[in-house]
């Protein structure tokens, strides 16, 4: 058997609207949506968990992610750090 991971993330799935590169759609623990980037990053302090209904995006501080990662979690990064056109984003609201 096996995780099919981008499967179970398919229906948060979407591009960028700035630069077109594809991200998945979580939502922060303070239920904020954040763009995350589906790759997971050796730069990464983003957890995603898969609720069901949506997915959780953890932000963790270095020594957690420390932590994660020495457990074999894959981190991922918000896609605001890695956007070409992360000024975009900010002018972005709704
Ligand atoms: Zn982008």
């Given at each position: 058997?096996?995780?099919?991971?981008?499967?179970?993330?398919?229906?948060?799935?979407?591009?960028?609207?700035?630069?077109?590169?594809p991200?998945?759609?979580?939502?922060?623990?303070?239920g904020?949506?954040?763009p995350?980037?589906?790759?997971?990053?050796?730069?990464?302090?983003?957890?995603?968990?898969?609720?069901?209904r949506?997915?959780?995006?953890g932000?963790l501080?270095?020594?957690?992610?420390?932590?994660?990662?020495?457990?074999?979690?894959?981190?991922?990064t918000?896609h605001?750090?890695?956007?070409?056109?992360?000024?975009?984003?900010?002018?972005?609201?709704?």
């Open positions: 058997m096996t995780t099919p991971e981008r499967d179970t993330w398919a229906p948060w799935r979407d591009k960028c609207s700035s630069c077109g590169r991200i998945v759609w979580a939502v922060t623990t303070r904020a949506s954040m995350v980037d589906p790759t997971p990053s050796e730069r990464g302090n983003v957890l995603i968990a898969d609720r069901g949506e997915l959780i995006a932000v501080n270095a020594p957690q992610a420390a932590g994660a990662r020495a457990q074999g979690r894959a981190l991922h918000a605001f750090a890695v956007c070409p056109d992360a000024d975009r984003h900010r002018r972005r609201r709704r």
